[in-house]
């Protein structure tokens, strides 16, 4: 079993739509969780940590499900500029072991 | 803001060379890492560093490849006899025990 798996999509939007990105994770004993953000031949950019709370970043809002061992990424209004691969990661944190997703491919269309 | 830098940004190289990919990774990070990506694949780890030693590493990651932190600055990952199949982006980053931050990339070709 993969220690994350998302969905590869694509997921194909037109501007102005919201779209959710959801991820799962397999150790329970994982502490830091994260989205980032991959534009196509470029690294990987911190998109935003992932909190028990929730938590909200303009456009952009992440859950995180203790419970059921999963991660959730909302945007709302989608832009031209959203259009990327957008990756879940999750942090076994004790170790400093970071655990990707093989990336969800997000395309906003006109 | 401090970031990971990498160097050369592209190489090219023949069958069967030696490779080495350099990173400076963030000064107060204590925690290094490699990382390869193919063309049109997912992320792939390939090693982890810590307190001048390698912590972990896959099983990509065989006597073909090696770590060094020469100084106090630099941390290298070296391609031994590189074949066709180690064509990829490679990516250098470092952690600050929570968050992990990328380098740009050296896109290795070989050819």
């Known amino acids: 079993r993969k220690e994350v798996e998302q969905d590869p999509g694509p997921f194909n939007v037109p501007e102005g739509a919201t779209v959710a990105f959801n991820c799962t994770y397999s150790?329970?004993?994982?502490?830091?969780f994260f989205w980032y953000r991959q534009d196509c031949r470029k690294e990987p950019k911190l998109l935003m940590s992932?909190?028990?709370s929730g938590n909200e970043d303009g456009r952009f809002t992440a859950q995180l499900n203790r419970a059921s061992q999963y991660i959730s990424l909302l945007i709302r209004d989608s832009k031209l500029s959203d259009s990327a691969t957008y990756l879940c990661?999750?942090?076994?944190?004790?170790?400093?072991?970071?655990?990707f997703g093989s990336g969800t491919k997000l395309n906003v269309k006109p | 803001e401090p970031e990971v830098t990498q160097t050369p940004s592209h190489q090219v190289t023949q069958m069967g060379q030696e490779v080495i990919l350099r990173c400076v990774p963030i000064?107060?990070?204590?925690?290094f890492y490699w990382y390869r990506q193919i063309l049109g694949q997912k992320v792939e780890f390939l090693v982890s560093?810590?307190?001048?030693?390698?912590?972990?590493k896959s099983e990509i990651f065989d006597d073909q490849f090696s770590v060094e932190r020469p100084d106090g600055s630099n941390f290298t990952l070296k391609i031994r006899s590189t074949k066709l199949e180690d064509s990829a982006m490679y990516f250098c980053?470092?952690?600050?025990?929570?968050?992990?931050?990328f380098g740009s990339g050296t896109q290795l070709s070989v050819l």
């Open positions: 980053a470092s952690s600050d025990d929570e968050k992990l931050f």
């Open positions: 150790n329970s004993a994982s502490q830091s």
């Open positions: 992932v909190y028990s």
């Open positions: 990661v999750v942090n076994l944190y004790n170790f400093n072991k970071f655990y």
């Open positions: 000064s107060n990070h204590l925690y």
């Open positions: 560093f810590y307190n001048n030693e390698i912590s972990e």
